[in-house]
């Protein structure tokens, strides 16, 4: 048996690593200071002073708000919600709810995404982000024209009642013009309509499942096989029904022209 350690001894061991790991932290930070000493250089960030020094700090924490927030700016104002909820739906009446897995259905989601938006993002950049970094347009203009195409993007897909309902919740004056209507207004319209689309999507991808698994389970009880799961016995039919329909080349064009026939383009 190994003789336990006494109380003064595990103290002593821990001051001792707590000072060897100072120590190691320390010179190399004295080391780079003397180097910096030697050469005389020093790392400086120039934001200005006065009005401008303000500006730029407003500027710097607005983008690092704005790339915080990308992901949801991306969930929120995109194709993405429908593509991944259809997904996530298919798999599901596939009867698989391990595979593909959820990191596939957000990559293949993505990539849909952006063959969807390319069009839209590329007049936002056009409209605002070129000017704003060629620095012809301060901040806000630039925003509100980057927002523009992405607006009538939304108001392209949204449903007129969600249109409404928000525009209520919002007390907002419902506008001559919808395109005049605010981001905060558009935007959960948008992610409902978008639910509820892939919703609808999702329905219809059931239905066939569905009756593969009806089919399944009267010839299991017909035969007396009742102890055997109709899940497991239907499963490899919804394979190979799905991969002769060429399934994910059905669901993958449909969604991208629903979003195009939508827009007008394509």
Known sequence: MFAVPAASELKRAALLSLFTTLVCLAWPLAAFAQDAAAGGSAINIDLGSGAGL?????????LMTVLSLAPSIVIMTTSFVRIVVVLSLLRTALGMQQSPPNAVLVSLALFLSAIVMAPTWQDAYDSGIRPLLDQQMEL??????????????????????DLALFTRLSRVEAPANLQELPLRVVTPAFMISELKKAFEIGFL?????LVIDLVVASVLMSMGMMMLPPVVVSLP?????????????????????SFQRASGTG
């Open 54 to 62: 303000t500006q730029r700090v407003v500027q710097l924490v607005g």
């Open 140 to 161: 806000p203009q630039a925003f509100d024209a980057a927002s523009e195409p992405v607006k009538t993007f939304m108001l392209a897909q949204v449903d007129r009642g």
């Open 205 to 209: 991808l059931f239905v066939p499942f």
């Open 237 to 257: 039919f919804k394979l190979i029904f799905f991969v002769l329909v060429d399934g994910w080349r059905l669901v993958a064009g449909s969604l991208v022209e």
